[in-house]
């Protein structure tokens, strides 16, 4: 019996010292497989009297039974500590934050352009949009720049297939030749109505977008932002470019103080021209004199190309650079920094 005892003791500390679910197996074989030590013992009963058999076996049946729940708690214990360890390793942290996309925002040209629209739309502008890729007429020759006038050679561009060998299309060098399309289209809206005698309404658009010439330093880039400004109608003057122009420099700028300043200039497409500069009054700007616009009274040849009795309407033209525009608002002093693509530079706007 003592035997037994020791047995059933030696099963237990072997199951308990089993790690895994095949150490538990082995050491199982141990007592209870084919030649295992109960199993053997068992063997040992056949050469003993009845009345022995008796007593032996209900023992060995009592050890047997005690090493099988020994062996079952330690499957058990095993199989939780498994579960565990598995429920530990698949562990979701439901804490953690959930995966974000990053939130983009708008270019600050786009957000000049947007701030420039809404202006100009509280004044009753539409907004014109025109092709990158020009013909030459549009982009020169309807805004009063012959082939041969000298004006050509300051808007150095990229020239594309397309158009004749004499006069072959191109990148556009100003967003200028949107005023012709946008008049071209307007005229031909209202033709009938013309026709019939009445009066065309007032032509009053803005055209931002891309333009490009050959040239590239801090404040010039081969592809930059213009916003072309045109206001045609039977009594437009100088006098309302100034308080146009006036006007749209101070809410973009939320300066009442801002002065402007109209410098007679040279365009082929105005007579008379000017380019308009302004002065900041306070803050680190203060005193200097900053140039952000061409503009003009619009030349009787092109308000002719436009479809129009230049005796009859009259109106006025600029041209500003947004980019230019941006930087002033935003203290930008490179205007590469725009085209650089740099998050750390455009998170600053959004
Ligand atoms: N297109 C001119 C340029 O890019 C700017 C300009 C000047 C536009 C006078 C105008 C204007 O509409 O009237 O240099």
Redesign the pocket.
Same mark, same amino acid.
């Given at each position: 019996m003592t035997e037994l005892n020791a047995i059933v003791d030696t099963a237990k500390a072997a199951f308990s010292e089993a790690a895994t679910p095949a150490d538990l197996e082995n050491a199982k074989a141990q007592f209870l497989g084919k030649s295992g030590r109960i199993t053997e013992l068992m063997k040992g009963m056949a050469a003993l009297s009845v009345e022995e058999k008796k007593s032996l076996g209900a023992a060995i049946n009592l050890a047997k039974q005690a090493i099988e729940a020994a062996l079952s708690d330690r499957r058990q214990a095993l199989a939780e500590i498994e579960l565990l360890a598995q429920l530990q390793a698949e562990a979701l942290d439901v804490s953690l934050p959930g995966r974000q996309r990053g939130q983009g925002g708008l270019h600050p040209v786009t957000l000049t352009t947007e701030r420039i629209e809404a202006i100009f739309g509280s004044m009753g502008f539409d907004v014109a949009q025109g092709p990158e890729i020009e013909a030459d007429w549009f982009n020169f020759t309807a805004l009063n720049t012959p082939e041969d006038h000298p004006a050509r050679s300051m808007h150095d561009t990229f020239y594309v297939e397309g158009g004749s060998d004499a006069a072959p299309n191109l990148l556009r060098t100003?967003t *200028?030749p949107v +005023?012709i399309r946008h008049a071209l289209q307007h005229v031909k809206q209202h033709k009938a109505a013309m026709d019939a005698g009445l009066p065309m309404p007032e032509i009053r658009v803005i055209c931002p977008g891309r333009t490009y010439r050959v040239d590239s330093d801090a404040t010039h880039s081969p592809m930059f932002h +213009?916003c072309?400004g045109l206001w045609i109608g039977e009594n437009v003057s100088f006098k309302d470019l100034k308080f146009v122009f006036t006007d749209l420099c101070r809410t973009f700028f939320e300066r009442d103080d801002l002065v402007l300043r109209f410098r007679p200039s040279f !365009?082929p !497409?105005?007579e008379p *021209?000017a380019e308009i500069d302004i002065q900041f009054q306070n803050g680190p700007l203060a005193g200097r004199w900053l140039e952000v616009a %061409? *503009? %003009?009274q619009v030349h009787p040849n092109v308000v002719r190309n436009m479809g129009l009795d230049p005796e009859k309407y009259i109106g006025f033209? !600029?041209?500003m650079g947004l980019d230019r525009f941006t930087m002033l608002r935003y203290g930008v002093n490179d205007l590469r920094l725009f085209f650089d693509g740099d998050v750390r530079f455009l998170s600053q706007f959004q």
């Amino acid at each position: 019996m003592t035997e037994l005892n020791a047995i059933v003791d030696t099963a237990k500390a072997a199951f308990s010292e089993a790690a895994t679910p095949a150490d538990l197996e082995n050491a199982k074989a141990q007592f209870l497989g084919k030649s295992g030590r109960i199993t053997e013992l068992m063997k040992g009963m056949a050469a003993l009297s009845v009345e022995e058999k008796k007593s032996l076996g209900a023992a060995i049946n009592l050890a047997k039974q005690a090493i099988e729940a020994a062996l079952s708690d330690r499957r058990q214990a095993l199989a939780e500590i498994e579960l565990l360890a598995q429920l530990q390793a698949e562990a979701l942290d439901v804490s953690l934050p959930g995966r974000q996309r990053g939130q983009g925002g708008l270019h600050p040209v786009t957000l000049t352009t947007e701030r420039i629209e809404a202006i100009f739309g509280s004044m009753g502008f539409d907004v014109a949009q025109g092709p990158e890729i020009e013909a030459d007429w549009f982009n020169f020759t309807a805004l009063n720049t012959p082939e041969d006038h000298p004006a050509r050679s300051m808007h150095d561009t990229f020239y594309v297939e397309g158009g004749s060998d004499a006069a072959p299309n191109l990148l556009r060098t100003h967003t *200028s030749p949107v +005023q012709i399309r946008h008049a071209l289209q307007h005229v031909k809206q209202h033709k009938a109505a013309m026709d019939a005698g009445l009066p065309m309404p007032e032509i009053r658009v803005i055209c931002p977008g891309r333009t490009y010439r050959v040239d590239s330093d801090a404040t010039h880039s081969p592809m930059f932002h +213009q916003c072309e400004g045109l206001w045609i109608g039977e009594n437009v003057s100088f006098k309302d470019l100034k308080f146009v122009f006036t006007d749209l420099c101070r809410t973009f700028f939320e300066r009442d103080d801002l002065v402007l300043r109209f410098r007679p200039s040279f !365009f082929p !497409f105005t007579e008379p *021209s000017a380019e308009i500069d302004i002065q900041f009054q306070n803050g680190p700007l203060a005193g200097r004199w900053l140039e952000v616009a %061409g *503009s %003009g009274q619009v030349h009787p040849n092109v308000v002719r190309n436009m479809g129009l009795d230049p005796e009859k309407y009259i109106g006025f033209a !600029f041209g500003m650079g947004l980019d230019r525009f941006t930087m002033l608002r935003y203290g930008v002093n490179d205007l590469r920094l725009f085209f650089d693509g740099d998050v750390r530079f455009l998170s600053q706007f959004q």
